[in-house]
């Protein structure tokens, strides 16, 4: 709700240019909004927010449960997103432990805000002595528990007033009207107070450190405030917005005329003779004059029987002959001028939204409260206990032995810092560059100074309006302004959708158009006298002729051009159709000229800029080619040093190449006996050294110090996830405190893609990388895996590497890449692999449970029965029952003949069998075997007869309806659970085994 209240930011920097911290004000927060909202208007965000997003545990603590409705008398046309919501909820809850709230400031924060919502809902009426009472007594003491008063006090601030009469004090019972009122202004001072104490906190947290330099004169200030509003039904809220609006239009205007005019006097001309603009002097006036609409408002609001219809009399009757002001046909709308046109105000609600008097009983109730924070915002200048509060704190946390704490309390840095604060405004008030007052309002001021200064300050929301609108004025009179127009090009918040009414509109609420108009009717076009000449002497005289800088000679210049482009007109039969060059003036050092004026001149030098780059085309064609003919000479010369190099190369090199031929030739003639490089061998030493070359086995590779070697690194990173990624419960799902489906753990690339080999496209696992400490992303994608690294980003969540985006947990990222493309070749995730399997960590599978490397592989999974079961029709089992794989034992083998068979044939890794391990009326099942690092593996491979799917061990799916498909897979590459892939032509089996054919199943 940034456009319900002016926030002024002043950066701070030090005398290197370097930000030294910054300086947070605001003003004018429209507090009317906080009870009542127009029609289409929201009330402030963080009531919805709190709606949508607390816990029922913290509902339940502040008691929002005992309102026993939906409807929430503060809070109107709310927004239907409650997941948005309530993300927005958490989000200010989080900014506010960010930058330095404690967590027993924020529960006060909130109370404060909840008290403030169910102040909306609490209810009066009048009992039979025409009494107030409150009718919901639970919501009163909710509300008094949260901000920590007193029940029956509370409730007598709202039902009693204080009348003096004679010096004498009477407590006085007052209708449920009246109560409600009273409930209203509540409500509006404690979100008014609390939206004064962030503010002066974040202040706090702001402002430079003591041991950091500040240069005064360095200062950039920020000021973002809401723009002009013209509604179907504009009240009292408008009003005060576009009156803001009409007094920072004449600080732009004095700011942006008084330079026009300053630049105009400094030379000497009356250059603004011919510009006329709309000075709003006088609609200023009519708010803020003695019989002005604020006076007689305020004098309205502070009679008993004032009335808005009263108001509106009042306001015709003393208003009447203004030109501003205008009557309308509605007894309670009138319609002002202002300098971005006619706006029509209803006084309907006016008087009411003006007052804003805390009941007197009130105050002792708040003052007397048990909540910190409550007491805090009830007391007289919140901002600067705020700010002794925190040097206080600063002061006793951190002592040095050349300052003496016990010395430092409140009351003392109160002091000083008020000191400092008069000192600053003084400094403020004094440096204004426009000597601005507000316009008509000054004298007034001044007048009742002494008047004013006997009470204790603004006792209505238009006097609060005018005394923050005059401090804001004093903090931009000590700025040198530069102006920022924000146009909306849309109401739907929409890209690419421009709505040309709508941003004309806006230009004329801002004034541009009017500052545009102005720019075309003055001069906006200022150059030197040394500049014309130089940039348009051509156009009329000789080049060479030297013309000085004078203003005789700048004025013959112009007229003569000016008399040139009559002519070129004339010619072109143009003449009085076109812009000419009259109007210019000479000034006192520069020549003041229309907009249009330097495109005519231009225009007329337009030939001569042409044969310029003719010129100086031809010029630097003739000084390149100058510049490479020697560079040319060089380079044939340098070739022709080449071209002799390289001959006596190839000459000295073939002398060379001739003799080594000669010596190879000698030499081979000596044989290596002649030349006593060897001595001759016995001829039986001879047959035996060849013999013990041929036979000769070359050297196992040693396994363990290979596997050793190989899981070092993986070691490592378990290392590094155990001490830092661990403790970070990434990999938890945090509503079941259970692995996510998508971590499988520690994996190699290797393991990863044996996983996804049977995958459906875009399936995907999340695992640590075996060789770095990172994560990596694996999905199966066409008929290959794709695997990309998760790294950290810097400022500690996770990003894919080459990829900008940052999450602050592996699930965020999990979801964005499942509706977002990973890279260009459009890679995008889906399911995620489900599979049981130890994930190599330390503590067994996804549930926890002890296992091997993978669930599938482990032992006790394998039976150990070796009776045979039944026979029976399983002709769906093989795609060819009459062609036998030569690798299939279509008959009961145990174990331990299988591991016979396999070391017959040969310990190669691999090499296989398959063999039927059980059958039952349902479901068949057989046994892998092979042997792998001189060792023997076995796995499980079961069916359930009609199915089109395998089992392996019983976990893994296999996605083949017959016995050879899935043998294929195996041999393919490594299938999960595997440790390697199965031979691809397995040899016949042993023919030791005497098979009977009537065992023999196809």
């Given at each position: 709700?940034?456009?319900?209240?002016?926030?002024?930011?002043?950066?701070?920097?030090?005398?290197?240019?370097?930000?030294?911290?910054?300086?947070?004000?605001?003003?004018?927060?429209?507090?009317?909004?906080?009870?009542?909202?127009?029609?289409?208007?929201?009330?402030?965000?963080?009531?919805?927010?709190?709606?949508?997003?607390?816990?029922?545990?913290?509902?339940?603590?502040?008691?929002?449960?005992?309102?026993?409705?939906?409807?929430?008398?503060?809070?109107?046309?709310?927004?239907?997103?409650?997941?948005?919501?309530?993300?927005?909820?958490?989000?200010?809850?989080?900014?506010?432990?960010?930058?330095?709230?404690?967590?027993?400031?924020?529960?006060?924060?909130?109370?404060?805000?909840?008290?403030?919502?169910?102040?909306?809902?609490?209810?009066?009426?009048?009992?039979?002595?025409?009494?107030?009472?409150?009718?919901?007594?639970?919501?009163?003491?909710?509300?008094?528990?949260?901000?920590?008063?007193?029940?029956?006090?509370?409730?007598?601030?709202?039902?009693?007033?204080?009348?003096?009469?004679?010096?004498?004090?009477?407590?006085?019972?007052?209708?449920?009207?009246?109560?409600?009122?009273?409930?209203?202004?509540?409500?509006?001072?404690?979100?008014?107070?609390?939206?004064?104490?962030?503010?002066?906190?974040?202040?706090?947290?702001?402002?430079?450190?003591?041991?950091?330099?500040?240069?005064?004169?360095?200062?950039?200030?920020?000021?973002?405030i809401f723009g002009f509003e013209n509604f179907k039904d504009n009240?009292?809220?408008?009003?005060?917005?576009?009156?803001?609006?009409?007094?920072?239009?004449?600080?732009?205007?004095?700011?942006?005329?008084?330079?026009?005019?300053?630049?105009?006097?400094?030379?000497?001309?009356?250059?603004?003779?011919?510009?006329?603009?709309?000075?709003?002097?006088?609609?200023?006036?009519?708010?803020?004059?003695?019989?002005?609409?604020?006076?007689?408002?305020?004098?309205?609001?502070?009679?008993?029987?004032?009335?808005?219809?009263?108001?509106?009399?009042?306001?015709?009757a003393e208003l009447v002959d203004n030109a501003r002001f205008e009557?309308?046909?509605?007894?309670?709308?009138?319609?002002?001028?202002?300098?971005?046109?006619?706006?029509?105000?209803?006084?309907?609600?006016?008087?009411?939204?003006?007052?804003?008097?805390?009941?007197?009983?009130?105050?002792?109730?708040?003052?007397?409260?048990?909540?910190?924070?409550?007491?805090?915002?009830?007391?007289?200048?919140?901002?600067?206990?705020?700010?002794?509060?925190?040097?206080?704190?600063?002061?006793?946390?951190?002592?040095?032995?050349?300052?003496?704490?016990?010395?430092?309390?409140?009351?003392?840095?109160?002091?000083?810092?008020?000191?400092?604060?008069?000192?600053?405004?003084?400094?403020?008030?004094?440096?204004?560059?426009?000597?601005?007052?507000?316009?008509?309002?000054?004298?007034?001021?001044?007048?009742?100074?002494?008047?004013?200064?006997?009470?204790?300050?603004?006792?209505?929301?238009?006097?609060?309006?005018?005394?923050?609108?005059?401090?804001?004025?004093?903090?931009?009179?000590?700025?040198?302004?530069?102006?920022?127009?924000?146009?909306?090009?849309?109401?739907?918040?929409?890209?690419?959708?421009?709505?040309?009414?709508?941003?004309?509109?806006?230009?004329?609420?801002?004034?541009?158009?009017?500052?545009?108009?102005?720019?075309?009717?003055?001069?906006?076009?200022?150059?030197?006298?040394?500049?014309?000449?130089?940039?348009?002497?051509?156009?009329?005289?000789?080049?060479?002729?030297?013309?000085?800088?004078?203003?005789?000679?700048?004025?013959?210049?112009?007229?003569?051009?000016?008399?040139?482009?009559?002519?070129?007109?004339?010619?072109?039969?143009?003449?009085?159709?076109?812009?000419?060059?009259?109007?210019?003036?000479?000034?006192?050092?520069?020549?003041?000229?229309?907009?249009?004026?330097?495109?005519?001149?231009?225009?007329?030098?337009?030939?001569?800029?042409?044969?310029?780059?003719?010129?100086?085309?031809?010029?630097?064609?003739?000084?390149?080619?100058?510049?490479?003919?020697?560079?040319?000479?060089?380079?044939?010369?340098?070739?022709?040093?080449?071209?002799?190099?390289?001959?006596?190369?190839?000459?000295n090199g073939t002398a060379m190449f001739n003799a080594l031929e000669?010596?190879?030739?000698?030499?081979?003639?000596?044989?290596?006996?002649?030349?006593?490089?060897?001595?001759?061998?016995?001829?039986?030493?001879?047959?035996?050294?060849?013999?013990?070359?041929?036979?000769?086995?070359?050297?196992?590779?040693?396994?363990?110090?290979?596997?050793?070697?190989?899981?070092?690194?993986?070691?490592?990173?378990?290392?590094?996830?155990?001490?830092?990624?661990?403790?970070?419960?990434?990999?938890?799902?945090?509503?079941?405190?259970?692995?996510?489906?998508?971590?499988?753990?520690?994996?190699?690339?290797?393991?990863?893609?044996?996983?996804?080999?049977?995958?459906?496209?875009?399936?995907?696992?999340?695992?640590?990388?075996?060789?770095?400490?990172?994560?990596?992303?694996?999905?199966?994608?066409?008929?290959?895996?794709?695997?990309?690294?998760?790294?950290?980003?810097?400022?500690?969540?996770?990003?894919?590497?080459?990829?900008?985006?940052?999450?602050?947990?592996?699930?965020?990222?999990?979801?964005?890449?499942?509706?977002?493309?990973?890279?260009?070749?459009?890679?995008?995730?889906?399911?995620?692999?489900?599979?049981?399997?130890?994930?190599?960590?330390?503590?067994?599978?996804?549930?926890?449970?002890?296992?091997?490397?993978?669930?599938?592989?482990?032992?006790?999974?394998?039976?150990?029965?070796?009776?045979?079961?039944?026979?029976?029709?399983?002709?769906?089992?093989?795609?060819?029952?009459?062609?036998?794989?030569?690798?299939?034992?279509?008959?009961?083998?145990?174990?331990?003949?299988?591991?016979?068979?396999?070391?017959?044939?040969?310990?190669?890794?691999?090499?296989?069998?398959?063999?039927?391990?059980?059958?039952?009326?349902?479901?068949?099942?057989?046994?892998?075997?092979?042997?792998?690092?001189?060792?023997?593996?076995?796995?499980?491979?079961?069916?359930?007869?009609?199915?089109?799917?395998?089992?392996?061990?019983?976990?893994?799916?296999?996605?083949?309806?017959?016995?050879?498909?899935?043998?294929?897979?195996?041999?393919?590459?490594?299938?999960?659970?595997?440790?390697?892939?199965?031979?691809?032509?397995?040899?016949?089996?042993?023919?030791?085994?005497?098979?009977?054919?009537?065992?023999?199943?196809?």
């Amino acid at each position: 709700n940034s456009s319900r209240f002016g926030k002024f930011i002043e950066l701070k920097f030090s005398p290197h240019g370097r930000v030294a911290g910054a300086r947070l004000s605001h003003y004018l927060l429209e507090k009317a909004r906080i009870v009542d909202q127009g029609n289409g208007e929201r009330n402030y965000h963080i009531f919805e927010y709190m709606l949508a997003g607390m816990e029922s545990d913290d509902k339940h603590r502040l008691g929002l449960d005992r309102v026993r409705t939906d409807t929430w008398h503060y809070v109107s046309n709310m927004h239907t997103d409650e997941a948005e919501m309530e993300r927005e909820y958490h989000q200010v809850v989080d900014a506010l432990h960010d930058i330095g709230f404690s967590a027993s400031e924020i529960a006060s924060v909130q109370a404060v805000v909840a008290s403030v919502l169910m102040l909306g809902n609490l209810e009066f009426d009048d009992d039979s002595s025409g009494q107030a009472e409150v009718v919901n007594t639970d919501v009163l003491a909710a509300i008094a528990d949260n901000l920590g008063v007193d029940k029956d006090a509370f409730f007598k601030g709202f039902t009693t007033e204080v009348k003096v009469i004679n010096k004498e004090s009477f407590v006085k019972t007052v209708r449920a009207s009246k109560a409600a009122f009273a409930r209203d202004a509540v409500a509006k001072a404690l979100y008014d107070r609390l939206f004064q104490w962030l503010v002066a906190r974040l202040d706090v947290i702001l402002k430079p450190d003591d041991n950091v330099e500040v240069d005064a004169n360095r200062t950039i200030g920020i000021l973002d405030i809401f723009g002009f509003e013209n509604f179907k039904d504009n009240g009292f809220d408008q009003m005060c917005i576009n009156l803001a609006n009409e007094q920072l239009h004449f600080y732009f205007n004095q700011h942006i005329f008084q330079e026009e005019m300053q630049a105009c006097l400094d030379e000497e001309i009356d250059g603004l003779a011919e510009v006329g603009f709309m000075d709003n002097r006088v609609i200023l006036d009519l708010f803020f004059a003695g019989a002005g609409i604020f006076p007689l408002l305020k004098e309205q609001t502070e009679f008993d029987q004032g009335s808005d219809q009263a108001l509106m009399n009042k306001l015709k009757a003393e208003l009447v002959d203004n030109a501003r002001f205008e009557e309308q046909k509605a007894d309670d709308e009138f319609a002002i001028h202002h300098y971005a046109g006619i706006i029509k105000y209803r006084t309907t609600g006016m008087i009411a939204k003006n007052k804003d008097p805390l009941p007197p009983s009130m105050h002792p109730v708040m003052q007397g409260t048990s909540n910190a924070l409550v007491d805090l915002l009830f007391q007289d200048d919140i901002a600067l206990n705020v700010a002794v509060a925190a040097e206080l704190a600063h002061a006793q946390g951190a002592p040095s032995p050349n300052r003496r704490t016990s010395n430092v309390t409140a009351k003392s840095i109160k002091k000083s810092m008020k000191k400092s604060m008069k000192k600053s405004m003084r400094a403020s008030h004094s440096g204004s560059d426009l000597n601005y007052s507000a316009p008509a309002a000054t004298g007034t001021t001044r007048r009742n100074k002494r008047r004013k200064s006997k009470r204790k300050g603004p006792t209505t929301v238009s006097e609060h309006f005018s005394a923050s609108l005059d401090e804001l004025m004093a903090k931009m009179n000590s700025c040198s302004p530069h102006f920022v127009r924000c146009l909306k090009p849309n109401p739907d918040k929409r890209g690419k959708v421009y709505v040309d009414k709508m941003v004309l509109q806006q230009l004329q609420y801002t004034g541009m158009l009017e500052t545009i108009r102005i720019r075309r009717e003055g001069f906006a076009v200022r150059m030197p006298f040394v500049d014309v000449i130089d940039a348009y002497r051509g156009a009329v005289f000789e080049f060479h002729k030297v013309l000085h800088p004078t203003k005789q000679n700048v004025a013959k210049l112009l007229e003569a051009c000016e008399e040139k482009q009559q002519q070129l007109s004339e010619a072109r039969g143009m003449h009085g159709s076109t812009s000419t060059l009259a109007g210019w003036k000479i000034a006192k050092t520069k020549v003041f000229m229309k907009y249009w004026h330097p495109d005519l001149l231009d225009a007329m030098m337009v030939g001569f800029q042409r044969a310029a780059v003719k010129i100086q085309a031809l010029y630097r064609g003739h000084m390149a080619r100058k510049r490479f003919g020697p560079l040319l000479q060089r380079r044939k010369d340098e070739l022709a040093l080449a071209k002799t190099f390289l001959g006596d190369i190839m000459r000295n090199g073939t002398a060379m190449f001739n003799a080594l031929e000669a010596l190879k030739e000698e030499e081979q003639a000596k044989g290596l006996e002649g030349l006593g490089i060897v001595v001759a061998m016995p001829p039986k030493d001879e047959r035996k050294a060849i013999k013990r070359m041929k036979t000769a086995k070359a050297k196992t590779l040693d396994s363990r110090k290979f596997k050793k070697a190989v899981t070092k690194q993986g070691k490592a990173v378990l290392k590094w996830w155990h001490k830092f990624e661990e403790k970070r419960k990434e990999h938890l799902d945090p509503a079941t405190n259970e692995v996510w489906t998508w971590f499988h753990g520690l994996l190699s690339r290797q393991e990863a893609e044996n996983l996804l080999y049977d995958a459906d496209e875009r399936q995907f696992l999340l695992r640590l990388s075996d060789r770095s400490n990172n994560y990596a992303l694996s999905l199966r994608m066409g008929d290959r895996c794709r695997h990309y690294r998760v790294v950290h980003s810097p400022a500690g969540g996770y990003q894919v590497r080459g990829s900008n985006e940052e999450f602050p947990s592996l699930v965020e990222l999990v979801d964005h890449y499942t509706t977002h493309e990973l890279s260009d070749d459009g890679d995008m995730l889906g399911e995620p692999l489900e599979l049981i399997h130890d994930l190599n960590l330390g503590y067994g599978d996804q549930h926890g449970t002890a296992v091997g490397r993978f669930l599938s592989s482990r032992e006790s999974v394998l039976e150990t029965d070796d009776e045979p079961g039944e026979l029976g029709d399983h002709s769906s089992i093989l795609r060819n029952p009459d062609a036998k794989p030569s690798w299939l034992h279509d008959y009961v083998m145990s174990r331990a003949q299988a591991e016979k068979d396999l070391m017959e044939r040969g310990m190669v890794d691999g090499r296989f069998l398959v063999r039927l391990k059980k059958e039952k009326d349902d479901m068949i099942t057989y046994a892998v075997s092979y042997t792998y690092d001189q060792s023997y593996k076995h796995h499980l491979l079961s069916k359930r007869f009609g199915d089109h799917r395998w089992m392996l061990n019983k976990q893994v799916e296999v996605r083949e309806q017959f016995l050879e498909d899935c043998v294929a897979k195996f041999q393919e590459r490594n299938f999960p659970g595997f440790a390697c892939r199965l031979e691809s032509t397995a040899p016949t089996a042993a023919a030791a085994y005497n098979i009977p054919d009537s065992v023999s199943r196809y």
